[in-house]
T-cell receptor, first 114, second 113 residues
Framework: KAGVTQTPRYLIKTRGQQVTLSCSPI?????VSWYQQTPGQGLQFLFE???????NKGNFPGRFSGRQFSNSRSEMNVSTLELGDSALYLC?????????????FGSGTRLTVV | AQSVAQPEDQVNVAEGNPLTVKCTYS??????LFWYVQYPNRGLQFLLK??????LVKGSYGFEAEFNKSQTSFHLKKPSALVSDSALYFC???????????FGAGTRLAVHP
């Protein structure tokens, strides 16, 4: 079965712009989590959605937002981009929505802000 | 608060030799522990998890991990390293709350021919 699909794979944006990243989970998975990965901060949790509801949110500014659609696909949006937003953004899906069981990750979207 | 620590930024090992990537944890209650691997320009791939039971957990690609409650450790091991095992390895623990994992800083494994 298809894995977690993230689009696009690479993005280059200018400071001040906004960006939308997309994540399609494994079929049947209702939970989608998002992470930001940078060399300095490592993997940091952004938020988690389950059945279109945000259930958990990390310590990121309000410029970072997300949503989940009825088909479980999720998008995250970053407004007013800053240079420090350059990172690999990973989404992960899970069937149970329970972190005790782990996730399946997508390959990520590499965002570069110039 | 739940946390994991990976004390080594990098581990170097010769091909064919055994490898160990270290992880220690701090959790309340019974721990659930994970190892993931990341190859260049890719997402994280699940290797194995400890829930309860046997202290030696077997996972993908010939990896295994040893859970040690007295030392609060969950070290990743492989009897014979391959050059293709060179990657970034993360241990992780659920944080509490919904579907959130706390990851260690990662350990870069370099296997030399």
């Amino acid at each position: 079965k298809a894995g977690v699909t993230q689009t696009p794979r690479y993005l280059i944006k200018t400071r001040g712009q906004q960006v939308t990243l997309s994540c399609s989970p494994i079929s049947g998975h209702r939970s989608v989590s998002w992470y930001q990965q940078t060399p300095g901060q490592g993997l940091q949790f952004l938020f988690e959605y389950f059945s279109e509801t945000q259930r958990n949110k990390g310590n990121f500014p309000g410029r970072f937002s997300g949503r989940q659609f009825s088909n479980s696909r999720s998008e995250m949006n970053v407004s007013t981009l800053e240079l420090g937003d350059s990172a690999l953004y990973l989404c992960a899906s899970s069937l149970r929505g329970d972190s005790n069981y782990g996730y399946t990750f997508g390959s990520g979207t590499r965002l570069t802000v110039v | 608060a739940q946390s994991v620590a990976q004390p080594e930024d990098q581990v170097n090992v010769a091909e064919g030799n055994p490898l160990t990537v270290k992880c220690t944890y701090s959790v309340s209650g019974n721990p659930y522990l994970f190892w993931y691997v990341q190859y260049p320009n890719r997402g994280l791939q699940f290797l194995l998890k400890y829930i309860t039971g046997d202290n030696l957990v077997k996972g993908s690609y010939g990896f295994e991990a040893e859970f040690n409650k007295s030392q609060t450790s969950f070290h990743l091991k492989k009897p014979s390293a391959l050059v293709s095992d060179s990657a970034l390895y993360f241990c992780a623990v659920p944080s509490g709350g919904y579907n959130k994992l706390i990851f260690g800083a990662g350990t870069r494994l370099a296997v030399h021919p």
